[in-house]
């Protein structure tokens, strides 16, 4: 049997930098398969096709908190009902839009943020997996 490829959905609806964040995982994680996204819904849609297709494993999603639409807050919300486990970072340019996912994920990214610090959240979330993000201590990047 085939290994099902691992797949991260990063959801930003700037398109400059959902192109950057794309582009930079793609160079970075080069076994990984990237699907950009622009909203909530677009996000929700391609969880439903990768869960039901053998040949994916859903490994991450980033996801922007200030979108139109399914905000990031009630994406995480949707997915963590359906997949509890699945490891989620948020990130957002507003410290007060972030507080509202501090129960929500450890994984939390204050715009901008420095290509390390991105980094190592990518790779600290990854290494997390599926055994409960929840439990893990927070990253959570706030810039003075």
């Known amino acids: 049997m085939k290994t099902p490829v691992p797949v991260i959905i990063v959801c930003e609806d700037d398109?400059?930098?959902l192109s950057f964040l794309v582009g930079t995982l793609k160079d970075?994680?080069?076994?990984h398969?990237?699907?950009?996204?622009m909203n909530g819904q677009e996000a929700l849609a391609e969880i439903t096709r990768i869960s039901s297709s053998p040949e994916q494993e859903l490994m991450l999603v980033i996801t922007d908190i200030?979108?139109?639409g399914i905000d990031g807050i009630t994406l995480t919300k949707q997915i963590q009902s359906e997949h509890p486990t699945l490891p989620i970072i948020i990130m957002s340019g507003n410290l007060i839009s972030l507080r509202y996912g501090e129960e929500l994920t450890p994984f939390?990214?204050?715009k901008p943020f420095a290509f390390n610090d991105f980094m190592l959240m990518i790779y600290t979330a990854l290494a997390v997996g599926h055994s409960g993000p929840k439990a893990t201590p927070s990253l959570e990047n706030v810039q003075g």
């Open 66 to 68: 200030d979108m139109p």
């Open 28 to 31: 970075t994680l080069g076994k």
């Open 33 to 37: 398969q990237i699907i950009p996204v």
């Open 108 to 110: 939390r990214l204050l």
């Open 15 to 17: 398109i400059h930098l």
